[in-house]
């Protein structure tokens, strides 16, 4: 009896004993020597039961060690949690294991720029301005920045990173300082150089031929670009929806040139820019040919941000709202070049209060450019 009794226990011990659970445990090691285990916040886990998805944590101890009890048979995806350094995610399956080790390799992650590596780079001599804009890469790479200007553009993929954003400004704002101490120059040096490799087409083309401007004409609709396009019936449909539009009405192509041409108030202009959506293939070779012409106009009655004759070049008037410009609206030349903008999409250089004859004609000859490669 005392045998029998003696069975049961033990049989009872290693039933109780057995677990439902897995321990998912390893470690986490760098060959980078700044990485410190103490920035680690801790190992983010999520596992995959048959009906829901749970979110856990594991602390990790201060010489990288880390455990978890999981569940038997889930999926498992874990990686470090930590703030300047990633470990791509690994997945396990628990199944009816008692353990599983897992361990990671961290490294910096790769788009994460703080003020010290900013500071640590420009000691080195890597200068770097970093951007999303495809089109500002593209252009970075045709020349070599480093031996005109003395610094690199980077160009970044949008990462993962939370932070990203944050750090990214702050770098450029460390290396843009940099830059403007060093060689103050530098902002206008690289305006021009991306002006000149952006439209190097347009301006070749330009140099070996005169177009004549009279003789281009605006394809039909639908052989428009599709950004065009989307613009034109946007502002079209902005327009013709307002109860009142009989102001409109009387606006032909006579009547917009007289206003672009002698019209201070705003108020008139944006009826001019209203009714292009309607009129914008009688009027763009007309934009086209107003764009050397420097005569002042001024301007009055507008509500937003533009260059500015009188109060300095920024300046936030309360009247009429205006759509951001850098273009000089006082000028004839710089309102054609504003309403060329706005109704295509496309963008050939800015029109300033100081902008020379010769860049005129070089703006002018690149919206005729890309008018005539339309009709081709």
Not at 176 to 202: C, G, M, T, V
Not at 316 to 340: E, K, M, Q, W
Request: overall charge negative.
């Amino acid at each position: 009896m005392k045998k029998l009794l003696f069975l049961f226990l033990l049989f009872s011990i290693q039933v109780y004993s057995q677990s439902d659970e897995t321990v998912v445990y390893g470690r986490i090691e760098s060959k980078y020597d700044e990485i410190k285990l103490k920035s680690v916040i801790a190992m983010r886990i999520r596992y995959y039961t048959q009906d829901n998805s749970y979110y856990t944590f594991a602390d990790v101890e201060k010489d990288g060690n880390y455990s978890r009890k999981l569940p038997h048979n889930v999926r498992v995806l874990i990686a470090p949690n930590y703030h300047n350094y990633h470990a791509d995610t690994i997945e396990v399956y628990t199944g009816l294991k008692d353990s599983i080790r897992v361990d990671f390799i961290l490294k910096p992650k790769k788009y994460i720029y703080t003020q010290t590596k900013a500071i640590q780079d420009i000691e080195k001599g890597l200068v770097q301005l970093i951007t999303f804009d495809t089109l500002e890469y593209e252009w970075s790479r045709k020349v070599d920045l480093k031996k005109k200007l003395g610094f690199d553009y980077l160009l970044l993929k949008e990462p993962k990173d939370d932070d990203f954003y944050d750090e990214m400004a702050i770098y450029n704002q460390q290396t843009e300082a940099f830059l403007s101490e060093q060689k103050p120059d530098w902002e206008y040096n690289l305006s021009i150089l991306r002006d000149s490799i952006i439209h190097l087409e347009a301006d070749q083309y330009g140099e070996n031929h005169i177009i004549n401007i009279k003789k281009l004409k605006v394809p039909a609709k639908e052989k428009l670009p599709e950004e065009m396009k989307k613009r034109i019936e946007a502002r079209y449909n902005e327009y013709v929806n307002v109860k009142d539009n009989s102001v409109y009405k009387p606006l032909d192509k006579k009547h917009m040139l007289k206003i672009i041409l002698t019209e201070k108030d705003y108020n008139k202009m944006s009826l001019v820019l209203d009714k292009l959506s309607e009129e914008y293939d009688v009027m763009i070779p007309e934009l086209i040919q107003l764009l050397t012409d420097k005569k002042e106009i001024g301007i009055e009655n507008f509500q937003g941000i533009i260059v500015d004759r009188q109060n300095g070049p920024l300046t936030f008037h309360c009247c009429i709202p205006i759509p951001f410009s850098r273009d000089d609206l006082y000028t004839v030349a710089g309102r054609a070049n504003y309403l060329l903008k706005i109704i295509t999409t496309e963008d050939h250089g800015n029109i300033y209060p100081d902008t020379n004859e010769e860049y005129l004609k070089k703006i002018q000859n690149r919206w005729a450019y890309w008018l005539l490669q339309l009709q081709e």
